[in-house]
């Protein structure tokens, strides 16, 4: 029986001269390995649609447990991807961090339709990464079950005041009930505007054609990038090696733009 959907390409692992898998990740199965015969073949009708982060429709069978691929159309080509180097190592980080967090079998809609908006603006809209950073980082935390409370203040629910992030309990809590908690600023404990607390709340609750919807200041998202970096480590539990790379990129990136100046 063919079994067809529609799927974003994120990892590719190439298999002897012609042959390769792809991890696809789909709206209504989570996550695919399929494998493609004859991928790399001049002339394939398989070659555009299977590449790293295309959008495509597949078509596939299974057999014995495995999928194999019948045939696919590319439905996008995020083509700026492959001319900026700071863009492939922020979407392969998107790409690792739903490979850890999506499974098999999974409805995932929202975190696909998360990933393809994420690269379409860094593909197609020139948007900054960092800000497309801080926003995936939140918005797949919290459609995977871990946004935090989002009401204020843990204790009052104020948040017309600064408040503290306690990334590693999920909450915020004002000046006052810091105090009385006894707990001080720290890596996971940090202190933030009543307008950044708005921009955590806008992109966790907003529809997902929304969540880019905004501007922070330079400042804001220097600290807003950091904080998010440390909640999604934190609450998947694991360090991405792809979020390394991903900063050795922007400083290379950083330094050649100083130095141009």
Do not use: W
């Amino acid at each position: 029986m063919l079994i067809t959907t529609v799927g974003a390409v994120i990892s590719v692992r190439d298999v002897g001269d012609n042959d390769r898998f792809i991890t696809v990740l789909s709206p209504d199965m989570g996550l695919v390995e399929i494998s493609v015969k004859g991928a790399k073949k001049l002339g394939s009708g398989n070659n555009a649609s299977t590449q790293l982060f295309a959008c495509s429709k597949f078509c596939f069978r299974e057999r014995s447990g495995r999928y194999y691929l019948n045939s696919s159309e590319p439905v996008k080509i995020f083509y700026g991807l492959r001319l900026d180097m700071q863009k492939l190592a922020l979407a392969s980080y998107f790409s690792e961090i739903i490979t850890c967090a999506v499974t098999a079998g999974q409805t995932a809609n929202d975190i696909y339709r998360l990933f393809l908006n994420s690269l379409y603006m860094i593909s197609e809209k020139e948007a900054d990464c960092d800000f497309i950073k801080f926003v995936f980082e939140m918005r797949v935390s919290a459609d995977l079950g871990m946004m935090p409370g989002l009401l204020g203040c843990d204790e009052c629910y104020r948040s017309d005041v600064p408040l503290y992030f306690l990334i590693k309990q999920g909450i915020f809590l004002c000046d006052e009930h810091m105090q009385t908690r006894v707990l001080y600023p720290n890596k996971y404990n940090i202190e933030i505007t009543p307008g950044m607390f708005e921009a955590i709340r806008f992109v966790c609750l907003s529809e997902l054609d929304r969540i880019f919807s905004f501007r922070l200041s330079e400042g804001a998202l220097k600290k807003l990038g950091k904080i998010s970096e440390l909640y999604a480590q934190e609450h998947f539990e694991r360090h991405f090696r792809t979020l390394d790379f991903y900063h050795s990129i922007s400083a290379s990136a950083q330094y050649e733009d100083n130095k141009n100046e």
